[in-house]
């Protein structure tokens, strides 16, 4: 007899400590809340999938959980940061990191039936959130950029035309993207 497991596993699944130790004998991996065996590939719809698992009705993952999803972060944030476009209002719980705004449609993919802030739109939502801005933040700006096949003059056109708050300080910030590379892959070398 074959039993099938679940694509994650969680606390409904098993206790947390036996979850842990098959993290720590190699059988595991962590995705979020959730583990999955070694054997599944660590990918955007994977991570999409461990989010959606907790998700809130028809949020939108943006800022650090999109940049999580994308793959420019090993770890999602401690609070979901989630949006709620304005034509889609609902009640988010307060353990979520939830904002309002009107969501076009190039600003939202769709992984794994989540929905999940495109990365030119998420490198613009970290460019005017994040409280401090440095090298690190601009390598993680570049890798969105990289991902949504965008330059930082589109992402700069972005921010010129925004009317949220904080846009003149991420336009500030520009300079630092603009000067940051990519590391070049091991395989175009």
Not at 62 to 86: F, N
Not at 138 to 144: F, I, P, Q
Not at 160 to 175: C, E, I, K, V
């Amino acid at each position: 007899m074959t039993t099938a497991l679940p694509l994650l596993l969680d606390r409904d699944v098993l206790p947390l400590a036996e979850l842990f130790s098959l993290v720590l004998d190699g059988q595991l991996y962590r995705v979020g809340d959730a583990f999955a065996t070694t054997d599944i590939p660590d990918t955007p719809s994977l991570r999409a999938h461990a989010f959606a698992a907790h998700r809130p009705g028809s949020t939108v993952a943006d800022r650090g959980t999109a940049a999580w999803i994308h793959g420019t972060r090993s770890a999602p944030p401690l609070r979901p940061q989630v949006c709620v476009d304005r034509r889609r209002r609902g009640r988010v719980p307060p353990d979520f990191d939830a904002h309002q705004h009107r969501l076009g449609a190039d600003d939202v993919v769709e992984l794994s039936g989540v929905r999940v802030t495109a990365p030119l739109r998420t490198a613009a939502d970290l460019m005017l959130t994040l409280p401090r801005f440095g090298h690190h933040e601009a390598l993680e700006v570049r890798h969105l950029l990289d991902l949504g096949r965008a330059s930082p003059d589109r992402l700069g056109a972005h921010l010129a035309r925004s009317r949220r708050h904080g846009a003149t300080r991420a336009l500030t910030r520009m300079p630092v993207v603009e000067r940051t590379e990519l590391p070049v892959p091991l395989s175009r070398r």
